[in-house]
């Protein structure tokens, strides 16, 4: 019989480990990403540009591009900017913004493109996803997956704390969200990828179960491969729908209504995830998810980013509005107003104000 098999969008080179970054342009050498050194590095004026001091020795054939932010235009003047020279990859160095910028350029002038993380704030790291603002608010478009990642253990523990963090809130939500896509699989119907689903989940088991913290290298190895996992298992879906769910549908909720005072991805969709799974009627793993977030110094209360309590309740009963077709906790149960109220009272009781 005819084995059949799948074959699995994921980066020809993951590299993990303290003192990745030194051996950038080997890596790159060795893996034919880049043989000649002709790299097009986008960089932010902040760490890129002090990791550029360090990397321009090892890597004489590159050129250096200076990223202003997050925007679409951004990515488009550093495309047209790339186009004009002849490279073997792109190198998105720093952050989330810049890499999302790179990912972006580099699929719009057809180059291969290599993620090295300065940060682990979120799972987009790896992921088949651009999230770039735009006149119109923020957008996500579809691109590639890196071809390899970089991420350099020393550099993640230089980065400020706040971003760990934000990464672990990311990680854990995963769990919330394939029990999302596992509810609409049951209700509506909707395919559900058992492979993307058991990548995700176990991403986020993971660091949710470890028991370092955010200055451990074994705990920071697994965040960071279990952010990895989750981008490929995003590619694996074809969708974002294995680590986006209910509490993706209120952190968007947080960014509409108060753009100026919204808090960081990751604190609100892990606050979003203990809250969802509140709602599911699975009290113990919400109750162990806000014990967990709360070690790493996450919130787990929307008055622990400055909402008070019907601003959080604004922000539920906005949430099924930002993705339109989803369907997670918030709308199989339709609440109305005063029943997320009464709802976040009891979540808000059982894990201890």
């Not at 321009?56 to 550093?78: I, M, N, Q, R, Y």
């Not at 509140?278 to 622990?304: D, F, I, N």
């Amino acid at each position: 019989m005819p084995v059949l098999t799948r074959l699995i969008p994921s980066p020809l080179v993951v590299d993990i480990r303290a003192g990745a970054l030194d051996d950038l342009a080997g890596v790159l050498a060795d893996q034919r990403i880049s043989a000649s050194g002709k790299l097009a590095v986008a960089i932010s004026g902040g760490s890129g540009a002090k990791l550029r001091e360090r990397l321009e020795p090892a890597l004489p054939g590159a050129d250096w591009f200076a990223v202003g932010g997050g925007t679409l235009d951004d990515a488009v003047k550093l495309a047209d900017a790339i186009k004009k020279g002849r490279y073997d990859a792109v190198v998105g160095l720093g952050g989330g913004k810049i890499i999302d910028c790179a990912k972006f350029a580099a699929a719009r002038v057809g180059l291969p493109l290599v993620a090295v993380a300065t940060n682990l704030s979120h799972d987009g790291l790896c992921s088949p996803v651009a999230t770039l603002d735009n006149d119109a608010g923020r957008g996500s478009y579809g691109v590639p997956n890196p071809i390899a990642v970089v991420i350099d253990l020393d550099v993640i523990r230089e980065a400020p704390v706040r971003f760990v963090r934000s990464g672990i809130g990311d990680a854990v939500s995963n769990i919330s969200c394939v029990a999302d896509w596992e509810l609409s699989n049951r209700v509506t119907g909707e395919s559900i990828d058992g492979l993307a689903a058991a990548m995700a989940r176990q991403a986020g088991e993971a660091v949710l179960r470890h028991p370092g913290g955010v200055g451990d290298d074994a705990f920071l190895q697994v965040l960071a491969e279990g952010l990895v996992l989750t981008g490929i298992s995003m590619s694996v879906a074809g969708d974002s729908r294995p680590a986006s769910g209910a509490c993706h549908e209120i952190n968007h909720a947080f960014d509409l209504l108060f753009p100026k005072r919204a808090a960081s991805h990751g604190e609100q969709v892990g606050i979003g995830a203990a809250f969802a799974m509140h709602l599911r009627g699975a009290h113990e793993e919400s109750e162990h998810m806000a014990e967990v977030l709360r070690r790493h110094g996450l919130p787990v209360l929307p008055e622990e980013i400055g909402f008070n309590r019907d601003e959080f309740v604004q922000v539920v009963a906005v949430a099924p509005q930002t993705r339109p077709g989803r369907y997670t906790i918030l709308e199989h149960l339709d609440l109305s107003t005063d029943q997320i109220k009464d709802a976040y009272a009891d979540y808000a009781k059982a894990i201890g104000s």
